[in-house]
């Protein structure tokens, strides 16, 4: 009897035919079945921002270049928010919860048809919740034909490789808690090290970090002496340089992130 082990992350192994039990056996590397790669594609992923009303849009398309050797089907980001929705293009499955060790919102092609070919993009992904936007990462996951247990070989399969390892990673726009401390100076604090992980991955754009991280330092002081006012200005200043300038070299989906964050801080000033 020949068992095919499902890939879905959430899925266990399963027979493919009427079984007892559908449990894959596992054994050592060298005379065991090997799990297949599912990192041999080539993506990107472009994300549009939006702030609507209380809460943050986030839609995102995937794109798989002509040169990779599998389809995607599957896309996960890392989020450890508690209040969103997700939802997908036709034929994907929107399965918020958790993958494996990490919370997550995960979209998954229900069928084959939906896949993203090489040479083809897809979306929206569409994540809708309350938070800071921030830098996250996602994973990607190739399609691959699952391995087959034969029983009349015994020859085991190996344990599945992670979803977070055997995939494409990346990093994009997402969303993270509110800090704990949702004091300006907290929620300050906090943006800060948004802004520092933005910067960190914007190639030419020193100039324009450098000022705006003087604005969160004015900013910052102000209260510290207890001047909300000069410190929304300085909040303000911020953000107005965010709109006029920071777009070419941070990206705009970066630009309008931060602003929404600074939104954010000045609602508690």
Known sequence: MR???NHHPFARCVAAVAITTA????GAAQDSIPWPAANHLAVTVAVEVQSVRDSVALT????NDARSEQAAQAFALRLDVKDYRISGPGGWVADPGVI??????LWYAGRKAALIRPGSS???FVLRGTGLVASVTYRIEGDYAPPV?????????????SFWINSVPGRTIGLIPIPADSSP???????????????GAASGASGICTSLNAKLAA????????????????????????????ATALGSGVSTALQIDADQILKRL
């Open 3 to 5: 068992r095919a082990c």
């Open 23 to 26: 449990a894959c056996r596992t």
């Open 149 to 161: 247990y034969n029983d009349s070989t015994g020859q085991p399969i190996q344990h599945a490789t």
């Open 219 to 246: 900013a910052s002081d102000a209260l510290a002496r207890g001047e909300r006012v000069a410190a929304a200005d300085d909040i303000r200043a911020f953000r107005q340089e965010l709109a006029s300038s920071a």
């Open 122 to 124: 897809l979306g929206p």
């Open 100 to 105: 494996q060790d990490s919370s997550a919102a």
């Open 60 to 63: 995102y398309t995937i794109r």
């Open 185 to 199: 100076t907290g929620l300050l604090r906090a943006v800060q090290s948004v802004l520092a992980h933005f910067c």
